[in-house]
């Protein structure tokens, strides 16, 4: 039984100036890092209401990524994005943890967002950080698995981020190293 969330978004900003960037999209998936279980993914495109800042940037380095990740931001259509962030909270609801490719850029997007909008955000405190997962993992011979799906579609990051948790997890225990 799955009790984790992973999530990934797709921002065309990264927040570094301290403005808000603009959320492109949110990809989560529902996952057991012990076992093989992942279920009930979730993405949601977010158009410009009430949401952040386009940094030109991003835009430009957006420009340059595939075709299939370009259109996966536009399809489905896109929502506001405070019913985005709606969503998302009813999706994440009864997480045990939210996992992300690092919690300090998806997570504190996110969290900023839920904070501008006067939305409670959905997960308290409850963040793991795949990045330092995969640095112990790999320090201990672990190899990361070949990527799968589309790169920067926040659900394909998300399943694909998800199976490498399985996997970095798996490894430490055939090693009987318990995490």
Do not use: C
């Amino acid at each position: 039984m799955s009790k984790d969330v992973m999530i990934d978004i797709e921002a065309f900003g990264n927040g570094g100036d301290g403005a808000r960037p603009f959320l492109a999209s949110v990809g989560a998936v529902w996952f057991n890092p012990f076992n093989d279980d992942l279920e009930n993914p979730f993405y949601v495109n977010v158009n410009h209401v009430r949401n952040g800042r386009l940094e030109y940037g991003t835009v430009k380095w957006w420009l340059k990524q595939s075709p299939e990740a370009q259109k996966a931001l536009f399809e489905p259509a896109p929502v506001r994005a405070d019913d985005a962030l709606k969503q998302l909270a009813d999706h994440v609801k009864g997480a045990e943890h939210i996992w992300a490719n690092g919690i300090n850029y998806d997570i504190r997007i996110l969290d900023t967002l839920y904070q501008s909008l006067g939305m409670r955000r959905p997960w308290g405190f409850r963040h793991m950080d795949m990045r330092s997962l995969k640095l112990i993992a790999g320090g201990l011979g672990w190899q990361e698995p070949m990527r799968t799906g589309v790169a920067h579609n926040a659900l394909d990051d998300a399943t694909y981020q998800a199976r490498a948790v399985q996997s970095a997890v798996k490894f430490l225990k055939e090693r009987r190293i318990e995490v």
